[in-house]
């Protein structure tokens, strides 16, 4: 797409009214676009339209209408969770019409820099303490995209010396085009929303737009570790900073140092060294100084790291938001500790990779409560976790006997399937109860459904509230 001010006069169309798809319709209304708002929601459950109406601009509720797109609409911007088969999609691309999201949008829209963080998991919490580590060391982060500010919003208010640290999901990236980070982050690649994709092609394709427009004065930062994330490597157009868990890097990156205390000792130094451009090696801290549980948070904290030195932020300045960082809400968030058994909220864990990061994260007896939308997986990815690391599973939802036979396989001799209710809140409340009954003193009880929230609740944020309300009142 062209810089939204080229819209003047022009037809857009704007498909869903989403929080994101409300900002960029009034972005391009105020930069004089013609905009036509649609959502398949009926207009009763579309509180944002009249807002949207008082500003001039056109909302179409209940449907996709046939002449919604022809040839004098210029530009279409979807909600990146709109299926590229949705009817009016379909049509702008037979009719070539660009279609695009909100994130293409807003990079034209600031002269701010910007870093991208992508990957399958860990990208709220990377955002996150990216966002803390750059206010530590006295720069002024923006955290905008799929948590904070809708990015359009950000974008417009960013000044030159703020920086824009932005979540960015596959579907956001696959309608990009122009879109260049200053600093790309992309943390793993599993196999997940295939629904949408159709492929791992397209995921892997959608996730590596995120460094197609770099250039050499830019950064990638990747995962050494994983390797989807390496194969990109030769591709690559910005400079490569790496981190990696596994390997001591001898190029500049961030990585960690294992090392005994001393003679004889049992307990391993795990120093977390950052590698600069001259080969100079920062110390930061060590692992066990980080807040967060789990190994995959070492890995989230390296690639914090690697974002933040990359942006500027003197790598002594980081120590202190590595020490303090207490994670995000529903991502393995430590709820409570009642008659000996350790409650954890991990509703965010929307497929089995996630699950079994935070199993793994984990140590003592767990009590596992799993379920929640059919996507067609059948959860095989988590035999080896049930069977090393979990006594008993409650499971629920659409995936709830899948799940369960899972759990039979591993061996655990207590599977639980939980029934609806008469509401989604108290059959969760009900596979809490049950989990609590499982458990006992110096057991964990972990909802960490692999699966998303949509078969009954409407987001896995509600899942994790109710949960969390349920657990304080036990």
Request: glycine share 8%.
């Amino acid at each position: 797409m062209n810089h939204p001010e080229d819209y003047r006069g022009r037809q857009v169309v704007v498909l869903g009214l989403a929080k994101s798809g409300v900002q960029v319709a009034k972005t391009l209304h105020q930069y004089g676009a013609i905009v036509t708002v649609n959502d398949k929601k009926a207009r009763e459950e579309s509180p944002e339209a009249s807002e949207l109406e008082a500003l001039g601009i056109s909302v179409v509720c209940g449907g996709h209408p046939d002449g919604l797109i022809h040839p004098e609409v210029k530009l279409l911007v979807k909600n990146p969770g709109i299926p590229y088969s949705a009817p009016p999609v379909v049509r702008a691309l037979e009719l070539g019409i660009e279609v695009v999201t909100e994130v293409e949008v807003a990079y034209y829209l600031t002269a701010a820099p910007i870093i991208g963080i992508t990957g399958s998991n860990g990208k709220t919490t990377t955002t996150t303490w990216i966002g803390e580590m750059l206010a530590a060391a006295g720069m002024k982060p923006i955290v905008a995209g799929n948590i904070g500010t809708p990015l359009c919003a950000a974008a417009e208010s960013a000044k030159p010396d703020d920086c824009l640290v932005v979540e960015l999901s596959s579907f956001q990236l696959k309608g990009t085009e122009a879109f260049r980070p200053a600093v790309a982050v992309l943390l793993n690649v599993a196999e997940t929303h295939l629904d949408y994709h159709g492929t791992m092609e397209d995921y892997i394709t959608s996730k590596s737009k995120l460094f197609a427009n770099q250039r050499a004065e830019d950064t990638a930062v990747i995962n050494w570790d994983d390797p989807v994330c390496r194969q990109l490597v030769p591709y690559l157009k910005a400079r490569l900073l790496p981190f990696s868990l596994t390997e001591e890097l001898t190029v500049p990156g961030v990585f960690v140092r294992p090392s005994y205390v001393s003679e004889g000792d049992d307990g391993l130094s795990r120093s977390i060294i950052y590698r600069d451009e001259d080969g100079t090696e920062h110390s930061i801290m060590d692992v066990s100084e980080l807040m967060l549980p789990g190994r995959f948070n070492i890995g989230n904290a390296l690639a914090a790291i690697a974002a933040s030195v990359a942006a500027g932020a003197a790598p002594a300045a980081l120590i202190e938001p590595l020490r303090t960082f207490r994670g995000v809400e529903h991502r393995l968030e430590f709820v409570a500790h009642k008659s000996g058994i350790t409650y954890y909220n991990n509703s965010k864990a929307t497929n089995s990779k996630a699950t079994v990061t935070a199993l793994n994260a984990l140590s003592g007896p767990i009590v596992l409560i799993a379920g929640g939308l059919d996507r067609g997986s059948d959860y095989m990815e988590l035999l080896p976790a049930l069977q090393n690391k979990v006594k008993a599973v409650v499971a629920l939802g659409q995936t709830r006997e899948k799940i369960g036979q899972v759990a039979e396989l591993a061996g655990l001799a207590k599977v639980v399937l939980v029934d609806n209710e008469d509401s989604a809140a108290n059959t969760l409340r009900t596979a809490l109860h049950q989990a609590a009954e499982l458990a006992e003193e110096g057991d964990i009880v972990l909802l960490s459904p692999a699966c998303a929230s949509w078969d009954m609740f409407s987001s896995y944020e509600e899942r994790g509230r109710i949960f969390k309300e349920a657990v304080h009142t036990l």
